[in-house]
């Protein structure tokens, strides 16, 4: 079932300051929360993240200090590199040993 997490745009901020992003794309991606009545899908916001070049491993930490397990981590990163290969929303059902 689909979560929502919440944090404060001051804390957004402060955080995006600390992955080393300039001014110009923080306020790239809080203007993009503004345009979207203050909501991004997770895969997305990754997705920019990594695209800006902020580390995996500091995106996953940021994600479990507002309450994203290890589960749904799992998840976010397998379809945010999905959608990156063009596989979208399909999902694997099967994995073949060869």
């Given at each position: 079932m689909a979560r929502t997490l919440f944090f404060p745009k001051d804390e957004l901020r402060r955080r995006l300051r600390a992955f080393r992003l300039d001014e110009l794309r923080v306020a790239e991606i809080t203007s993009l929360f503004d345009k979207n009545n203050r909501h991004i899908d997770v895969v997305s916001f990754v997705i920019?993240?990594?695209?800006?070049?902020?580390?995996?491993?500091?995106?996953?930490?940021?994600?479990?200090?507002?309450?994203?397990?290890?589960?749904?981590?799992?998840?976010?990163?397998?379809?945010?590199?999905?959608?990156?290969?063009?596989?979208?929303?399909?999902?694997?059902?099967?994995?073949?040993?060869?």
């Open positions: 920019m993240l990594e695209r800006y070049g902020v580390q995996r491993a500091e995106v996953s930490a940021f994600l479990r200090d507002i309450g994203v397990d290890e589960s749904t981590l799992i998840n976010v990163f397998s379809k945010a590199d999905f959608t990156r290969l063009g596989v979208g929303n399909r999902e694997i059902t099967q994995v073949v040993l060869a």
